[in-house]
């Protein structure tokens, strides 16, 4: 079993895919008012217009939601890009379970977790 794509609901559907096209850099394949999807390398990644807002931030690991993950070749380079960009970090990069991993919001609050691998020594 493989996963073949995440659905994340947004409120604002032009902001978040300048976020997830623009900022993380995702591969657009479809894009409409109420429902876009990207390529992640090979599973999908939706976003679903809800009308129902975040109530607060992503912050903390509750029951019910999901956290997305991606990978990149360049943490670093990334951080400090999206930095310069002026999304929101809530976890700098370091060292955590034999990755290199950081943490920022996405325009509604959903925390969005972007690992390296582990460099060699």
């Known amino acids: ?8 609901f947004v409120s604002d559907m032009k902001h978040s895919v300048s976020f997830y096209r623009d900022h993380l850099g995702l591969r657009l394949k479809f894009e409409s008012p109420e429902w876009t999807e990207f390529e992640a390398g090979g599973a999908g990644v939706a976003l679903h217009l809800s009308k129902k807002r975040n109530s607060g931030n992503d912050t903390e690991s509750v029951a019910g939601r999901c956290r997305p993950g991606f990978s990149v070749p360049d943490l ?37 977790s972007i690992s390296e691998a582990k460099r060699g020594d």
């Open 76 to 112: 670093d380079l990334l951080h400090r890009r999206l930095m310069k960009e002026g999304v929101t970090c809530i976890r700098e990069p370091e060292e955590t379970f034999g990755v290199r991993m950081a943490q920022y919001l996405d325009p509604d609050g959903l925390a969005i």
């Open 1 to 8: 079993m493989q996963v073949s794509y995440a659905i994340i």
